[in-house]
Each structure stands twice: as C-alpha cells, then as structure tokens.
C-alpha cells in the first residue's frame, strides 16, 4: 500500500485542504468534467473490472449513496455493524474521482480492493469503460425526476467546493437544461441508460419509487443481485436505510467529506430526501419554461418520470 492510503479518508482530505479549490471543468466527448477528471480520462477509461463486479450508475444527487448502502446492507445480510466498515466513498469507490494526493483517487482505491467490488459512477452511458459491458458487470441506474434532480444538485455545488460556483439558481436552471453542469446533461443521461437497459441487463430503478415503496424496491435489487435474505433482514434493511437513519449515521452521511471539499454548513449532504421538493423552488413561470422545454429534449422517449408521489 502506498504511504497516502494510510490515511484516514478524512485525513487525507484535510492535509490536501490547500490544493483544493473550485475546478473548471473539461469536455471529454462532449461531456463536461471536472478537470481532475478529464486530465486523469485515459487511465478512467482503460480500468478493467472483473466481471464479478457491480456498477452503480447515476447522474448526480439520484440517490446513488442510498443505493449503495441498500446493496451493501444485502450483500452484508443487514448487518448494520459489518457496514459500519468505512465511509461509503471507501466501501464502493467512485470509479473516475481523482483529487490532489494524498487523497486516492477511485481507481487507486480499486487496486487495493478484491473483487466484487460496488463501484459507483456518474459517467453516461457512452462514456462507461467498455470493460463493463464485455465482462457483463451487473449495473444498477437510477434516475430521478429533473427537477427534483436539478434542485438537489443545486445545493450540492453550493456545498461541494471542488464543483463549479453554481451561481444564481435561475442561471442555474438555464445550465442544467443546457447539459452544461458536472457529467453534462441530465436528458442525455438518463435516455442513454434507459436504451441499452434490455441490451446489457441494467436494472434500471427511480427514486420516487425507493421513495414509495423502499421494501418492493430493495427485493427488486437482492432478486436481481441474485440473493435471497429473510423477510426479517429486509425489512431491518428498509429501517436502516431511511433517510433519517443514514442522515445520522457518520458511514453513510459524508462526514467522512470535510471541508474544504464539502461545507455540510452551507448545506447537508442529507438534505431532504423528498420527492417534490422542485415546487418549494420553481416559480410558476420557471416550471412552464422547463417543462416546454423538456417535453422536446425527452420527445424521443416514454421514461416514466414522476414528479410528485
Ligand atoms: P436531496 O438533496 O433532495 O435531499 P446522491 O447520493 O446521488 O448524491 O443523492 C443525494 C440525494 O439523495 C440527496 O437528495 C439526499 O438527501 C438523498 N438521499 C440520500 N439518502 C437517502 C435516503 N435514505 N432516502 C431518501 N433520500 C436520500
């Protein structure tokens, strides 16, 4: 192990703290990223998983760490404490996150780990390293309505220091229907996934519906992880995966992210974990500008998207 990965992941942030800032960010293939990002895209792009791996996949703020921690939990049969192991960043790495040594990057974290691993990504489809799909890593997505998205990764860049400045939230909205935010656009994302769900066995699930329905939605996950747990674990695993739970659960809730990359004063990592918190933030006339708009970006697909549950 190199010297840097004895380092706490906290620690390894902190002794960092000066070389972090606000990174501009890079197109690679039309999709914006963040400069670490794109400057380190060719070794990203050539990582080679095993296929016993697992890839989950989002565009940001979908709910990715909830999934993460449902799957651990299955793959752990609900043993809060064996989950308790480390921040999630560390238990499922995030496959193309590169920072200023000596924080490890995701692929560095990987190396270090054996197989099955939970990776976690924010790369569209197109830009998956092809090693996925040849190996046929099983892939979990997960898509969330866009405006609830859009507000949820609005206060995201406010907090997260290493984001572009997110500026004012009407420009911001103008940004996010662009595609011009970290990881480009939300439509391209979503759609990319959804085309190739059948192709390459993704299963492909929406946050309103771990919203509703958490137990159905975590049975769907363990039938397609191909696991069996009692009734009994699945349902402590629908309790420790509340939104409450995991707000107050240091693994789970990014305190492991100090400041200088994330100021959980600015605001929480756990946030609010709602669906329809859009209508707290559109006005009336922002919602009609951005739903005409969306109808023609999505006009080529039937994604059933729910704003409200
Ligand atoms: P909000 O900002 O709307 O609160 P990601 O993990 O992809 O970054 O997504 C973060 C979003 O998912 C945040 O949304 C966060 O609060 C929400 N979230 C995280 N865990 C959750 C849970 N257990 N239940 C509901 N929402 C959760």
């Not at 989950?83 to 590169?98: D, M, N, Q, Y």
């Not at 090693?131 to 969330?144: L, P």
């Not at 519906?209 to 049975?219: A, C, F, G, Q, S």
């Not at 009734?231 to 107050?248: A, H, N, W």
Request: a neutral charge.
């Amino acid at each position: 192990m190199a010297k840097e990965e004895d380092l706490s992941y906290k620690e390894a942030i902190l002794k960092a703290s000066a070389s972090i800032s606000r990174y501009p960010l890079i197109p690679i293939k039309g999709v914006p990223l963040m400069s670490y990002i794109a400057n380190n895209w060719d070794s990203i792009s050539a990582f080679c998983p095993d296929p016993s791996d697992l890839l989950i996949a989002t565009y940001p703020k979908a709910g990715t760490t909830w999934t993460q921690e449902i799957v651990d939990l299955l793959i752990h049969n609900g043993d809060a404490e064996a989950c308790k192991r480390a921040p999630t960043p560390v238990r499922s790495p995030f496959l193309e996150i590169c920072a200023p040594p000596p924080i490890p990057s995701g692929l560095e974290l990987l190396k270090n780990m054996d197989p099955p691993r939970m990776i976690k990504t924010h790369l569209p489809f197109h830009l998956v390293p092809s090693g996925f799909w040849e190996n046929k890593c099983k892939t979990i997505y997960v898509a969330r309505n866009a405006k609830d998205n859009l507000v949820s990764y609005y206060y995201f860049d406010c907090m997260n220091l290493t984001q572009p400045e997110p500026g004012p939230w009407e420009g911001y909205i103008q940004k996010f229907m662009r595609g011009e935010l970290s990881w480009g656009s939300w439509y391209d994302h979503v759609k990319g996934y959804w085309e190739e769900r059948e192709k390459k066995n993704i299963l492909y699930l929406f946050y309103e519906d771990m919203k509703e329905n958490p137990r159905r939605e975590v049975e769907r996950i363990m039938r397609y992880l191909d696991l069996s747990v009692s009734d009994e674990v699945i349902s402590r695993i629908v309790e420790l995966t509340t939104f409450k739970k995991m707000k107050e659960n240091p693994m789970t809730n990014y305190s492991c992210v100090p400041p200088p990359v994330f100021d959980q004063s600015i605001s929480p990592f756990m946030r609010k974990g709602e669906v329809g918190d859009w209508r707290n933030h559109f006005t009336p006339e922002q919602s009609k500008i951005f739903d005409e708009d969306y109808k023609k970006q999505m006009k080529d697909v039937n994604i059933p998207f729910r704003t409200l549950i």
